[in-house]
């Protein structure tokens, strides 16, 4: 089993950046897919990024691409998404996820309590 706490959310100005972590116990971590979603107020949760249990693959939602690059460590059992030239839209609630794949549509097994970032315009 494994236990996710995410930290680093908080106000930005749009244009800036912001590293959410998320630390993971349990001594299987490096077996799990990790992955982000966020949720906005009024919508869905959605997928924002993930990464494989190797670190080789990563996959990203468009909107997100080219801006924000999720890593991980497993040494210290910890992923990371790095957000770049925030957008008042990246406003949301955001939650790291672990599970066996990787892919947008996978199942996660785990989820943190989230963590609120929010960008003014």
């Known amino acids: 089993q494994v236990q996710l706490v995410e930290s680093g959310g908080g106000l930005v100005q749009a244009g800036g950046s912001l590293r959410l972590s998320c630390a993971a116990s349990?001594?299987?971590?490096?077996?799990?897919?990790m992955a982000w979603f966020r949720q906005a107020p009024g919508k869905q949760r959605e997928f924002v990024a993930s990464i494989s249990q190797s670190g080789s693959t990563s996959y990203y939602a468009t909107s997100v691409k080219g801006r924000f690059t999720i890593s991980r460590d497993d040494a210290k059992k910890r992923v990371s998404l790095q957000m770049n030239s925030l957008k008042p839209e990246d406003t949301a609630v955001y939650y790291c996820a672990a599970g066996p794949n990787w892919g947008p549509k996978s199942p996660y097994d785990y989820w943190g309590q989230g963590t609120q970032v929010t960008v003014s315009s």
């Open positions: 349990g001594r299987t971590f490096s077996t799990y897919a």
